[in-house]
């Protein structure tokens, strides 16, 4: 079965020509475009603002993988061992890279390698490779 329920429960057109993967994916961008706070039902759905943070870097960084691992674990269940790291851009100065690794359950119940780059920029994210 492909798509996320709530695609499901939408009947949006769009989730029946996603695979499960790429339902995945869209459900992550959606939950890390929303600041925590936004759904009132789920407080900590989403992630925190991460524009009023005064902190160096590399604390940044540490907080959007924890923030992300976290997140992905809570409210994505066709994820399971979930692990976050940093990718650093060599030709983004603002922008920060990060891999997922995880793995999710296939057919059978047995468990597949999953994975996927995102990337932060200007208090937004995107997807890739």
């Known amino acids: 079965m492909s798509g996320s329920l709530f695609e499901r429960l939408t009947g949006s057109e769009s ?8 339902s ?19 407080p900590e759905y989403g992630l925190p603002d991460l524009n ?7 604390e940044l960084v540490k907080l959007i993988c924890e923030s992300l691992e976290h997140s992905i674990a809570a409210y994505e269940p066709r994820l399971q061992n979930v ?8 030709d983004a100065t603002f ?20 994975q996927w780059n995102v990337y932060f920029e200007n208090d937004k994210f995107r997807g890739g490779g």
């Open 83 to 90: 692990e976050v790291t940093y990718r650093p851009l060599s």
């Open 95 to 114: 922008a920060l890279g990060f891999h997922i690794d995880a793995q999710k359950t296939g057919a059978g119940e047995e468990l597949l390698p999953w």
């Open 24 to 42: 995945i994916r869209q459900h992550l961008l959606r939950m890390f475009i929303t600041r925590q706070g936004a759904v009132s039902t789920l």
């Open 15 to 22: 989730y029946a020509h996603f695979d499960e993967d790429e």
């Open 52 to 58: 009023d943070l005064r902190q160096s870097r590399s």
